[in-house]
Structure formats: C-alpha cells, structure tokens
C-alpha cells in the first residue's frame, strides 16, 4: 500500500449488488481448511458457515451474521499458490470473461454457477495476476465494510503500471489517476470519483518467486496487536509495522504462506 491509497466504499442499488467494477469479495484457496479457520477465526473472530461448492470444500468468513470473505480448499493434485484473491462486480461474467480474453487476459475458470449465490470466472491479468469476477445472485446479501476483520483495500503489485492499468480499465470501465511522481510507479483506480483500487509498478524489484499479485488489506483495530497475534497464531511478519498517511500497516503472511495486510486507520 503506498499513500496514494483511499477509502474503497461499495456501492450499488441497496441489494446485494455492486457497482460493475466495485472490488465486492475476497476469497482464499488453502491447503488445510480446518487450521486456516482455526488462525483467521483467533485473528479476526470469524464464524464459518457452508458456502457454494462449485469447486470444491468452501466456506464463508462471517463477522456478526455478515459474510465478510471465502475460504475454498485446493485441489491436492495442482501445485497452485496459497493465496488471497480479490474478485469485481459484474452485471454480466459472461461477457466480462470475454472482454478479459480480447484484452490479453486469460480465464483459468468459469464462468460457472455458485450455486444461488451468483456465477463466477476466476481470470488473470496480461502479466499474471489473478482475480476474480463475481455477478451476484438476486438473493445475494450486501457484506460489511469499515470495521476490524473485514476487508479495506486491494492493491495490485506488477512490473509497471501503463498496460496493466490500461487492462483493468477497459474490463471494468476504471478511470486512472497516477501518481506524477519520478520514483513512484503509482495509479489508483477510480469508479464515479471514487477509489476502488490501486497498482503498484516495481519494475525488476518484483519478486521472480511470486510475480504480479494482488494484496488485501484487512482493517484491524491495532495493527501491533493484530502483529504479535499473527505470531503467537504460527503466521510470519513479512513488512512493518509502519506509519503511513491511511494508517499503521503491516504485511503479514497465515501458517501455510497466504500474504495480506493489516491496516489500522488513523486515530
């Protein structure tokens, strides 16, 4: 996360859907499911409850009856990354899916049905990066923003941001505003005015082991004590704790290696 960060809010028609575009969902492939409860549900107080099983053992996170994130299980046979994903509104995955392939984009899965709850694509970026797109249900609820342990913020981490930018905005109709800055390869991406997300070009100082990633950030009521409870739950500090202009931020990784952020806002 640099400065250049600002309040994602969804927005939508007062149902369950978002804004096409609006970053609505966050959901995280692991190995084990029942130890990965086990450190979000002591770190955030989660609940789980059953979700759709399009593929595979899922289960939503849920904060005071509100699902806040998904947990699926990976396949034991596909050698696939144990991470956080976040996914984008659509009205329609179908022709969105279709408009990520014209772009460059590739679509790994889907689009298919979740069960009632919506239909889905899981997709990448021309350079790597994976995301999702979500077309809600007409019985989808709206999830809650704002608070410790839901989600804040996404940001993209690439080689540059010119093209990769230039993708993202042709899918999801995004407006750019970079960051005029000689060492700073910045662009967040905005919806009507608002910031919905950002990109983060590295150049060369983008780790070969991970390549393009998408990060999220978790609202925490104090990021030091979100910390040293990462820790004393088996999970790693990668950055921080550090000051910035949105909060104090830490970049943490959960007992099988999925990174995140914490974020704790100003005070």
Known sequence: MTDAR???RPNGDGSGRHTPGTPCWVS???RGLAT?????GALFGW???PGPQPLGPYVRAVLDGHAVAGIGVLPPDRRLPVAWTPYFASDDVDRTAEVVRSCGGTVG???LDA???????LASDPCGAVFGIWQAGPGAGRGVTGRPGTPAWNELTTYETPHVAKFYETVFGYDEDPVVSADLDYVTLRLDGRPVTGVHGVGNALARDRGPHWTTYFTVEDTGDAVDQVLHLGGHVLTGPRDTEHGRVATVADPEGARFAL???PR
């Open 6 to 8: 600002g309040n994602a």
């Open 28 to 30: 995280l492939m692991a």
């Open 36 to 40: 990965t409860e086990k450190f979000y």
């Open 47 to 49: 609940e789980f409850r």
């Open 109 to 111: 899965v889907g689009p």
């Open 115 to 121: 069960a009632d709850a919506g239909r889905m694509a």
């Open 263 to 265: 974020v704790q806002g």
